[in-house]
Nanobody
Framework: QVQLVESGGGLVQAGGSLRLSCVASGSIFRIYTMRWYRQAPGKQRELVAAVSTASTDYADSVKGRFNISRDNVNKAVYLRMNSLRPEDTAIYYC????????????????WGQGTQVTVSS
């Protein structure tokens, strides 16, 4: 069974920083793309940042402020968030495309449980 567990959320003042972590565990053969999404109250879930084996990508709203990175040895992905704004307030979810040892030829989408980020003005 594959699991993703996020940590690092919290309450921060505008202009502050937070670092989110997500660690994958279980019967993992390989991890392809890892992503961070967020969902604010009353809004749809949106892609914040993604990191594959060769590239990174960011939503326009976070470019220059957020940085995504991954640690393949520890099966982790991180999101460093700087210059936080009240509009960054949301539940942040980790997502990863993972092939398990039970089915090495197929990548499945897995989600974490989410971590709350609240930015006060």
């Amino acid at each position: 069974q594959v699991q993703l567990v996020e940590s690092g959320g919290g309450l921060v003042q505008a202009g502050g920083s937070l670092r989110l972590s997500c660690v994958a565990s279980g019967s993992i053969f390989r991890i392809y793309t890892m992503r961070w999404y967020r969902q604010a109250p009353g809004k749809q879930r949106e892609l914040v940042a993604a990191v594959s084996t060769a590239s990174t990508d960011y939503a326009d709203s976070v470019k220059g402020r957020f940085n995504i990175s991954r640690d393949n040895v520890n099966k982790a992905v991180y999101l460093r968030m700087n210059s936080l704004r009240p509009e960054d307030t949301a539940i942040y979810y980790c997502n990863a495309e993972i092939a398990s040892y039970e089915d090495v030829a197929r990548y499945r989408n897995y989600w974490g449980q989410g971590t709350q980020v609240t930015v006060s003005s």
